[in-house]
């Protein structure tokens, strides 16, 4: 029997009705929501996403701002465009399209960032929250996005044994600090494999819930999943696909067609992690200006 499919659309289009109510009542208060996206070079993985997220913007009535720089792009002169985008109160939330070209330095960057305007997470200040499991600060958008479709499709994790694929500061290492948090959507027994992990498979079977996000086509073979697991596909993979009309598909990290003889439920990909992500990133937007607005009114007397 084949697995049930997870898609993210349907969950992302409840997430997005709450966020058109929050923009509803922003909206009351004269204020819409803005996102300034900064992508550095012309990486067309990430120009497609740049380009959805500005997209996404424009559907829900955000205000977005895209910043395209060249690949030379002084490290000085992003910094300083951060900065200006700071101060900016237009603008609630800064994003910088990861990865940036090697002469810059990926820390100095996150670091510039206000952290009430960092709406990746990625600034120490919210990793740090999100570590702590306080709950005022933003939460990465993969990983929160992972989080919610499982549980809007009622896969508790509590008690469960979720294996992940995959330690980058993007999703690995967030997710893992999430789901292994006290409450709800949480209190899984959390395990993190990587690169240097010994006889992967071993450990990936032993997954009531498996994530695998390293960006590496077909790693999980149908004998690395347990009979009956949640499998979990962040990989995004470009292959060459000669019968497509473009010449090229995207594949997850999971041999799919494989895997879903013998999982009880996978994502797709496309269509699973994916819209997730970018309505995560939205809701955070939003959560930014919610933010802006409570700290602009004061203390009420
Ligand atoms: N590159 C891949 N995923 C992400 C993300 O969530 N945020 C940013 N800024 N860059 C990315």
Redesign the pocket.
């Known amino acids: 029997m084949g697995a049930r499919i997870i898609e993210g659309r349907p969950v992302a289009e409840e997430i997005r009705k709450d966020i058109i109510r929050r923009m509803a009542e922003l909206q009351l208060e004269g204020i819409t929501p803005g996102l300034a996206v900064i992508m550095v070079g012309d990486d067309p993985a990430?120009s497609s996403?740049v380009k959805m997220k500005g997209k996404a913007c424009q559907e829900l009535g955000i205000y977005s701002q895209t910043l395209r720089m060249p690949s030379n792009y002084p490290e000085e002169a992003l910094l300083h465009t951060i900065d200006e985008l700071n101060r900016n109160p237009r603008i609630n939330g800064i994003?910088?399209?990861?990865?940036v070209p090697g002469h810059i330095d990926v820390s100095k960057v996150v670091q510039a960032i206000d952290p009430d305007k960092d709406v990746?997470a990625?600034h120490p200040v919210n990793v740090g929250k999100m570590l702590i499991g306080e709950g005022d600060g933003f939460l990465?958008?993969?990983p929160h996005g992972i989080q919610e479709l499982l549980m809007r499709n009622g896969y508790e994790v509590a008690g469960k044994h979720v294996v992940i694929v995959g330690r980058s500061n993007?999703?690995g290492k967030p997710l893992a600090a999430m789901l292994m948090q006290k409450g709800e959507g949480a209190d899984a027994t959390v395990t993190v494999c990587h690169s240097r992990t010994r006889d992967l498979g071993s450990i990936t079977v032993q997954a009531d819930i498996l994530v695998c996000a390293v960006g590496r086509a077909g790693l999980i073979k149908a004998d690395m999943v347990k009979e009956g697991a949640v499998v979990i596909d962040v990989g995004s993979n470009r292959v060459q696909d000669p019968s497509s009309a473009r010449g090229y598909r995207f594949v997850g990290d999971v041999d799919f067609e494989a895997v879903k003889e013998r999982a009880a439920a996978i994502t797709p990909v496309p269509g699973g992690v994916g819209p997730m992500?970018i309505i995560m990133?939205m809701q955070n937007t939003v959560l930014a200006a919610e933010k802006a607005l409570k700290q602009h009114a004061g203390p009420k007397v």
């Open positions: 990430s996403y994003l910088v399209q990861m990865p990746d990625f990465p958008a993969t993007i999703v992500t990133l």
